[in-house]
């Protein structure tokens, strides 16, 4: 145990080990990884935002959670849309997301569909044009998110918070349910108010205990 380094603190380059190299939950936003080795290793929840991994090696690492961006540079011919990370048009499909904390992020182009995105904070992030029907949202936090174009055909939004979110282009009237979800101030909800306010009175009258309003109360401004 003398020798043991806190994951969290590991930064590059780093050098292969066995057991493989353990660095989840560091921060490597902004740095440049050279041409480190990190086939194998652990960077499960790392931040690699604005990160250079272009001249690593990555088969075989675990990236699940890890953190990208539109300045990340991944090695050439490296899949990372399907590498379990989390960024720009990553694939996450059926993924368990549950409360997780991704607020901000930068979710443009993802594919969602059939994730588990329960009570999840996705508050401010970016996620339009996302692929997420048949999602799970129930007590998500969307509010200030960008959610234009998004598709939420099939999706449970039980009390999801979308308070402020941007909403232009987004196709809400064929979720499952919205019962108690709250969409307070938000922006391009005018085309599909009807048909939400058309839905069952049991989900538009149901009191969100976070917002202390009801949904009903919430569309009509």
Not at 20 to 31: E, I, K, N, T
Not at 148 to 160: I, K, T
Not at 166 to 189: K, N, P, V
Request: net charge negative.
């Amino acid at each position: 145990m003398t020798n043991w380094i806190p994951p969290e603190t590991q930064i590059p380059p780093c050098l292969p080990t066995d057991p493989p190299l353990d660095c989840r939950g560091a921060d490597w936003s902004g740095l440049s990884a050279g041409d480190a080795d990190l086939s194998t290793a652990r960077l499960c929840r790392v931040d690699l935002r604005g990160t250079d991994l272009s001249g690593c090696r990555l088969e075989g690492a675990d990236l699940r959670l890890a953190r990208y961006d539109k300045a990340t540079i991944w090695p050439a011919n490296f899949d990372y849309r399907n590498s379990g990370a989390i960024g720009p048009g990553a694939r996450l499909s059926g993924m368990f997301l549950n409360s997780a904390d991704l607020s901000g992020m930068d979710l443009q182009g993802a594919t969602m569909m059939g994730s588990y995105l329960s009570g999840a904070d996705l508050s401010g992030c970016c996620l339009r044009n996302v692929r997420i029907a048949g999602a799970d949202l129930r007590h998500a936090q969307l509010r200030g998110a960008c959610v234009e174009e998004a598709r939420f055909s099939g999706c449970q939004l039980d009390f999801a918070d979308f308070r402020d979110a941007s909403l232009a282009g987004a196709e809400l009237a064929s979720a499952e349910t919205i019962r108690g979800a709250d969409f307070s101030g938000t922006s391009g909800l005018d085309p599909m108010r009807a048909a939400l306010l058309s839905r069952a009175i049991h989900e538009l009258d149901c009191w969100n205990p976070l917002t202390r309003r009801t949904t009903r109360d919430s569309l009509m401004g």
